[in-house]
């Protein structure tokens, strides 16, 4: 059994929504760099309009069908540090506009990934993508504290909050959220 989303393919092994339209929804929605939507684009594999300065880190999002580019496969709390190993030649890690989409499992991200985000200086943007918002909630409230010997690097701050119905009819609700820095 195979199925399509967003021109991607999947199996029946492959984690994703059972909703195609609601998940191609979802990816209408999400937040672009500049604030906006993407309400008027049809199912695109452009997280945001950027420059070509922009690196986009899809980090615990499975088959990373947000990012699509390169997949760098590990644990996000080893990869964070090696990072501009990845990195194609001539390109500035530290000059570059670096945009995380964080979306990860129902239970949330281990507190590394959260550190990790939070020491990546050159991140003005991270996007976080929950199935489970009071999981997330922890989270993200580990993003926003302010600096201290545990959690250092600068604080997010949450912008936004988009709610998306991926499943009809139940009490399960995306949450698409924007925290900016």
């Given at each position: ?68 580019c390169?997949?760098?496969?590990g ?100 949450w ?6």
């Amino acid at each position: 059994m195979t199925g399509e989303s967003c021109g991607l393919s999947s199996t029946h092994t492959t984690l994703s929504a059972e909703n195609k339209e609601d998940s191609e929804e979802l990816s209408r929605k999400r937040p672009r760099l500049d604030g906006g939507t993407n309400d008027e684009k049809e199912c695109d594999s452009e997280l945001i309009e950027a420059s070509n300065s922009t690196v986009l880190l899809d980090i615990c999002c499975g088959t990373g069908t947000i990012g699509q580019c390169r997949y760098i496969a590990g644990k996000a709390e080893d990869v964070f540090p090696s990072l501009r190993f990845h990195i194609p030649t001539g390109f500035d890690l530290q000059q570059s506009n670096v945009v995380g989409v964080l979306d990860p499992p129902r239970c949330g991200v281990h507190e590394k990934v959260v550190l990790g985000c939070r020491m990546m200086d050159t991140m003005r943007r991270l996007v976080f993508v929950s199935c489970n918002p009071a999981a997330a909630m922890k989270n993200v409230v580990d993003l926003c504290r302010p600096t201290s010997k545990k959690y250092g690097g600068r604080p997010f701050k949450l912008v936004s909050i988009q709610p998306v119905d991926m499943f009809p009819q139940t009490p399960h609700i995306e949450w698409v959220m924007t925290l900016d820095r």
